[in-house]
Nanobody, 124 residues
Framework: QVQLVESGGGPVQAGGSLTLSCVPS????????MGWFRQGPGKEREGVAS???????TYADSVKGRFTISKDSAKNTLYLQMTSLKPEDTGMYYC??????????????????WGQGTQVTVSS
């Protein structure tokens, strides 16, 4: 059973930074696409960023220029570096993975496996 374990969330003041981490384990082969999603209070889950095994990245317009998705293959860890955080970035952040050879939609329906989430709270 594939597991995705997120960490790195927490409280932060507006303008601050956080880096989230996701470690996938127990998979027979590497995911083709990995992504970060978030769900704010009273909001639907939305795609934040995705990273294909080719290195191609996709970002939601709301985070472009502020968030960076990356992967350290040696550490088998996916990251989401978040800077210039805003109160509207508050939410539960989820790591997701998929093995189909498509990536970039930031659509939750395109991801097979999900982590349990890590909470990010940005105060003004």
């Amino acid at each position: 059973q594939v597991q995705l374990v997120e960490s790195g969330g927490g409280p932060v003041q507006a303008g601050g930074s956080l880096t989230l981490s996701c470690v996938p384990s127990r998979y027979p082969n590497s995911p083709y696409c990995m992504g970060w999603f978030r769900q704010g209070p009273g909001k639907e889950r939305e795609g934040v960023a995705s990273l294909a095994s080719t290195g191609s990245t996709t970002y939601a317009d709301s985070v472009k220029g502020r968030f960076t998705i990356s992967k350290d293959s040696a550490k088998n860890t996916l990251y989401l570096q978040m800077t210039s955080l805003k109160p509207e970035d508050t939410g539960m952040y989820y790591c997701a993975a998929d093995w189909a050879e498509t990536c970039g939609s930031n659509d939750s329906r395109d991801f097979e496996k999900w982590g349990q989430g890590t909470q990010v709270t940005v105060s003004s």
